[in-house]
């Protein structure tokens, strides 16, 4: 799988839209973009994936660069609750699941009241 | 409610004990996972199963061992063999058919061995 690099932490204030960054400059073309989140204490949770069209669901909007080597994670208006380390995963789609997910320190993002 | 269920949450346990971490997932899922977590450390896999009474070896598979006799069970023992059993433990599982195997996880189960 490809390897990811994101900021180790950041903080946002809330009400605000917090964008968390990562490089995948090594991604293959068959390879998605996964984001998952982890409050602390607790198991993790899948937010979003995409692979090189901009992605939204309820959760988050994922940008993912022309050229597929980064993209950023935005929720669109923080809370207090989006305290949470967040994981930016690399791997094939179909079929890539079934040996297990790559997680790397991710970003502990911080949201400030 | 559809879910993945870890027991206990918290387990303390002397070493040289071997221990089992239950998993149960009523989800319908193919495939199962434990991950197992280190403080301010990422998720590493330890063994993952495709299918009942098949599984394969992760990252980090020494010192564990795994059963699947049932589609919806996946518990794992930690052997007195693992040098460093105390760490937080993730189950997960994912359909395997379809484009996306989304991982589900579970609450966890926090192990400290004295």
């Known amino acids: 799988d490809a390897k990811t690099t994101q900021p180790p932490s950041m903080d946002c204030a809330e009400g605000r839209a917090a964008n968390l960054p990562c490089n995948h400059s090594?991604?293959?073309?068959?390879?998605?973009v996964y984001w998952y989140r982890q409050i602390h204490s607790q198991g993790p949770q899948y937010i979003i994936h995409?692979?090189?069209n901009n992605e939204t669901n309820e959760m988050a909007s994922l940008i993912i660069t022309e050229d597929r080597k980064s993209s950023t994670l935005i929720l669109p208006h923080a809370t207090l609750r989006d305290t949470a380390v967040y994981y930016c995963?690399?791997?094939?789609?179909?079929?890539?699941?079934?040996?297990?997910?790559?997680f790397g320190k991710g970003t502990h993002l911080i949201i400030q009241p | 409610d559809g879910g993945i269920t870890q027991s206990p949450k918290y387990l303390f346990r002397k070493e040289g004990q071997n221990v089992t971490l239950s998993c149960e997932q009523n989800l319908n899922h193919d495939a199962m996972y434990w991950y197992r977590q280190d403080p301010g450390q990422g998720l590493r896999l330890i063994y993952y199963s495709q299918i009942v009474n098949d599984f394969q070896k992760g990252d980090i598979a020494e010192g564990y061992s795994v059963s699947r006799e049932k589609k919806e069970s996946f518990p794992l023992t930690v052997t007195s063999a693992q040098k460093n059993p105390t760490a937080f433990y993730l189950c997960?599982?994912?359909?395997?058919?379809?484009?996306?195997?989304?991982?589900?996880f579970g609450p966890g189960t926090r192990l400290t061995v004295l």
């Open positions: 995963i690399v791997r094939p789609a179909r079929g890539g699941g079934a040996d297990g997910l790559t």
């Open positions: 995409g692979l090189k």
């Open positions: 997960a599982s994912s359909m395997l058919a379809g484009a996306y195997n989304e991982q589900f």
């Open positions: 090594t991604i293959s073309g068959n390879e998605y």
